[in-house]
């Protein structure tokens, strides 16, 4: 059995208070292992982008644990939490959200650079290998005006797995591609998943893609209706 | 780890490169503001340069010494012993020091037509040289001589006299009764203190005691300290030459130059705040210039903040990285002030401004006629200004960049 990384214990979220209260996610308790790939489903509303967020140390809960192998995260603060979020966790964005001014290349460099990794050439190979892992290699000095949405996605995730982390959150990732490059961008993530043993937990509508995921945790009304892991 | 500095700083640099003409334009209000209060204080020096060097060339020396308590223009009270004074003046002085005996009284000259009231100098026609310039403003003729006087330019165009000619001189003797010998117009002075060009005389010690007598009363000792090239530093040393000098005598007064000039110089320090007053305003208008750039390149880049902060930078570093920000369009804005302030005063010092046509005839005081003021070089004004426009664009970015990192990170990545 492969290790556990992350679990979330009886985690609710409610925004607003009184009359205005919504309930995002209610007494979640779920387990990720290193190496999962795994999609969260569900119609709007469901509490996709609200778990995933609270995985991500983006959002806290309201009640309940989230544990990074074995470590309880409640009590940490927000540099505690930033730090966290730079050493084991990278996202993936609906809208890419690239930074414009930065090429493809410093894109990809800019996890490092925050990381704090100073031996400018170890970064720019390690940046230009991922360009390459991604098929961007001839696009590494392109500013991501130049570039398609589907590459932007490319670089978005080259950024996500630069500086190795233990789990990459994607939160609809193929919501604005359409369905062949959204098709290719998932194959991408699974050999990645594969190659590299990286956890990938994303968000999606697509049924096309939920047929790639080892793993499918269902939500409605933030509550888990079914998990089912699957042989992908 | 974490970001180190430098990789904030680069991320900072790319922002503010990124909009550059928000940046240019934010950071040229500093750059005029700086430029001009350098200028401005370069100018302030120049003027305060000549009028202390006129004073100092035409006047009064670096030092004068004179008997305790008197007016040296309207008393004339000898100097006990000047002899005694002068021997031991070596010994207390600069290396280098100079100085000269001068007796100042008040005549009527006569072109034998009109009379009109003068301030004579009985001088010492060389030593007089190693002090003051006077005799190099000698336009036509020669300097003093026997039986030879100079007289300022205005008050022989006053009396219609030319070299050559000859004038009464009249004095009143500590008797009273008044005595009056002819001297001839040996030459005319084209001295730069209006008061002087219209009443100054200069004669000869023997010319001077054939009209009041000998001896001849010594009213003061002139003295000329080693010039120093900043104007503070000259006005030090001659304060403290000075205090050495009436701790040794103490039957005279020693008055410094800056003693003598107290009055302008407290002028001067006015106009220096005055200056300052200035640069405060424009780095006030600067300053909220600077908080406007980095409020908007705040909002405009939430969902970069959003991002920065997924992939781990810290609250603190969020702000830091803005505050660079701030502080990198005070650097160029400084750095372009300085630059463009330079480019002024290396004007200013090799052409000047000439404001004696603008004035005409009037007089200027302690300003000389003709005057030209030259800039003077001020590290001091370069490097306070410079540390004043980084030091208040980084004050100014604080807020908003304060504002930056407490931004919810979720709601960064949501904003549109």
Redesign the interface.
């Known amino acids: 059995m492969a290790e556990i990384i992350l679990s979330l214990s009886d985690v609710t979220k409610i925004y607003g208070k009184g009359e205005t209260e919504v309930i995002a996610l209610k007494d979640i308790d779920l387990v990720f292992e290193q190496g999962e790939f795994a999609a969260v489903v569900g119609p709007s509303g469901s509490g996709k982008t609200t778990l995933l967020n609270i995985i991500g140390c983006l959002d806290s809960p309201t009640r309940g644990e989230l544990s990074w192998r074995g470590a309880p995260m409640k009590s940490m603060n927000r540099t505690q939490l930033a730090a966290y979020r730079r050493m084991h966790v990278s996202f993936v964005f609906q809208s890419y959200n690239l930074i414009p001014v930065l090429t493809v290349a410093e894109n990809v460099e800019m996890p490092l650079l925050i990381e704090g990794m100073h031996d400018r050439t170890a970064i720019r190979e390690r940046a230009l290998s991922i360009v390459e892992m991604v098929g961007l290699s001839d696009k590494a000095n392109r500013y991501p005006t130049e570039l398609s949405g589907g590459q932007e996605q490319r670089v978005a995730i080259a950024r996500a797995l630069v500086k190795k982390p233990s789990i990459v959150l994607a939160d609809e990732p193929t919501a604005n591609l359409d369905s062949h490059t959204a098709g290719e961008i998932i194959k991408l993530m699974r050999e990645i998943n594969e190659k590299t043993q990286t956890t990938f937990l994303f968000s999606t509508h697509d049924p096309r893609i939920m047929e790639l995921a080892q793993r499918v945790i269902t939500l409605r009304d933030g509550q888990i209706e079914r998990d089912e892991r699957g042989a992908p | 780890?974490?970001?180190?500095s430098s990789?904030l700083f680069?991320?900072a640099a790319?922002?503010v490169?990124?909009h550059r003409r928000r940046t240019l334009i934010t950071a040229i209000v500093l750059t005029v503001g700086i430029a001009v209060f350098i200028m401005f204080q370069s100018l302030l020096a120049g003027m305060d340069r000549v009028t202390i060097d006129t004073a100092i060339d035409y006047d009064s020396g670096s030092i004068s010494l004179r008997s305790p308590g008197s007016d040296p223009l309207f008393k004339n009270i000898a100097i006990k012993e000047p002899k005694a004074i002068k021997d031991r003046l070596p010994a207390l002085l600069p290396k280098g020091s100079t100085w000269t005996q001068r007796t100042r009284f008040y005549v009527q000259v006569s072109n034998w037509i009109d009379e009109t009231p003068a301030l004579a100098f009985a001088v010492e026609p060389e030593k007089d040289k190693e002090v003051f310039k006077t005799s190099s403003t000698v336009q036509s003729g020669a300097w003093v001589s026997p039986a030879k006087a100079v007289i300022g330019l205005d008050l022989a165009k006053d009396l219609g006299v030319r070299i050559g000619d000859l004038i009464a001189v009249t004095a009143i003797l500590p008797d009273g009764s008044l005595n009056a010998i002819e001297l001839e117009v040996g030459g005319i002075a084209d001295l730069p203190l209006f008061s002087l060009s219209q009443q100054a005389i200069y004669l000869s010690a023997q010319d001077a005691e054939a009209l009041v007598g000998a001896p001849l009363p010594v009213t003061e000792i002139d003295i000329r300290i080693p010039p120093a090239s900043r104007l503070d530093t000259l006005v030090a040393q001659s304060d403290a030459a000075a205090s050495a000098l009436e701790k040794a005598f103490s039957v005279i007064e020693a008055m410094s130059i800056g003693e003598a000039m107290r009055d302008y110089l407290a002028m001067r320090n006015m106009k220096s705040k005055f200056a300052y007053i200035v640069v405060v305003i424009v780095l006030l208008i600067s300053a909220v210039g600077i908080f406007n750039t980095v409020l908007m390149s705040m909002y405009s880049r939430i969902?970069?903040i959003?991002?920065?902060?997924?992939?781990?930078?810290?609250?603190?570093q969020i702000k830091r990285l803005f505050s660079l920000e701030g502080m990198l369009i005070g650097i160029i804005g400084s750095a372009g002030g300085v630059l463009l302030g330079a480019v002024f005063v290396w004007w200013l010092t090799s052409r000047g401004i000439a404001f004696g046509g603008m004035f005409g005839n009037l007089d200027l005081g302690n300003l000389p006629k003709n005057l030209l003021i030259k800039g003077e070089w001020n590290p001091l004004a370069f490097i306070q200004s410079f540390s004043f426009g980084v030091l208040v664009s980084w004050l100014a970015s604080l807020m908003p960049a304060r504002k930056a990192s407490h931004i919810e990170?979720?709601e960064a990545?949501r904003f549109v």
């Open positions: 780890m974490k970001a180190s990789v680069r991320i790319r922002n490169l990124r969902r970069e959003g991002v920065l902060a997924a992939y781990g930078l810290d609250p603190g990170v979720t990545l």
